[in-house]
């Protein structure tokens, strides 16, 4: 009886790379261990098709495709080394954990990136302090998957962060407190607000900002609403003023979208059309963020200034996404506004609303809103 396995890894090594294709995409089917060695030559093959064929079925292979796998993160061959911990990286092997932290300091990024990912997926504490550096790396793609790895790692990582965030380094401070916030440590809120007011670039500031949203803690509040005085940071202070969803925020928000307080220094730019050369496009998408935050924390006190911001061009569709998030209740109000509103587009987004609310007029109801 014949061994299809062997015959598989057989055709491995003929001369159409077409065969060589389907005898390793057949071997990932098979998942059988004897395969192991010759798909991982398989990887050296001059033929690209071949070669990711050879990945999928390692991948599949699993776990006893591990310690080949190691072994090939040494190859001399940098497209060995970049499929070797490409599926290193979603093994579920203890053992790769420690060369995938040498792979950290490879010189080819790519070898870097997907090592930073596979930490994230199963590093643990043993991972944290290796990965802090690449926060720091030259290439973009590596800084950002390191960051989601120490985001994975979750709260054996805060302390790293944390201290990270008194780092020399602007971009290792960005990224720290990126990943704080997507751990949603309440316990970085003290230095995420810090790093907010008092940072000297305004990009860690704003990332800072952006990560006390994600922790969503009403500890912020208070800092996040200093922080509207800082033109750089305003937009982002106001997205997260509304992801805390604390209603003690909802009449800062109203006044945001409203024009109240507005930063006499706010920047305008210059655009076609507006009669006045200018317009007031930065605090456009800030009120913009505050419709919507006002939409997520559902106050009533809400309803009547979404209802005015109706008038205003710039933010009517903003304002009519957020009254239809916000129910029924918004019905009553609506329509006593509309009664004397005659322009046509403002009626046509009231309509808009009160079929997103769930509203159907009376049967003895005149036609109208």
Known sequence: MSDRVLEEIAALKDEDWALRE??????????????????????????????????????KIGQPAAPALITALQDPNGNVQEIAVAVLKDLPDPCAIEPLIGCLANKNWIVRMHAAKGLGLAGGERAVAPLIPLLMDS??????????ALARIGRPAV???????????WILRLHACEALGKIGAEEAVEALCRAMLNDRDAAVRQDAAKALGGVG?????????????????????????????????????????????????????????????????????????????LAEIGDDRAIDPLIRALKDTRLRAAAAAALGKMGLRVA?????????????????????????????PAATMKEGV
């Open 22 to 59: 389907d005898a390793a995409t057949l071997l990932g089917e098979f998942r059988d261990s004897r395969a192991v060695g010759p798909l991982v030559e398989a990887l050296h093959d001059e033929d690209r098709a071949v070669r990711d064929a050879a990945a999928v079925a390692l991948r």
């Open 159 to 169: 302390a790293s962060l944390l201290a990270a965030l008194r780092h020399e380094a």
């Open 217 to 293: 803690s009403p500890l912020a509040l208070e800092a996040l609403t200093a922080a509207l005085a800082d033109l750089d940071v305003r937009p982002f202070a106001v997205e997260a003023l509304g992801k805390l969803k604390d209603p003690r925020a909802v009449d800062t928000l109203i006044d945001v979208v409203s024009g109240k307080g507005r930063p006499a220094n706010v920047r305008k730019v210059a655009v076609c059309g507006v009669e006045s050369g200018e317009l007031d496009v930065e605090e456009m998408e800030v009120q913009t963020f505050a419709i919507g935050g």
């Open 332 to 360: 009553a109000p609506l329509l006593a506004a509309m009664k004397t509103e005659t322009d046509a587009n403002i009626l046509f987004h009231a309509r808009a609303i009160m079929t997103a609310v769930g509203w159907r």
């Open 139 to 148: 290439v973009k793609a590596v800084r950002v998957d390191a960051t989601e």
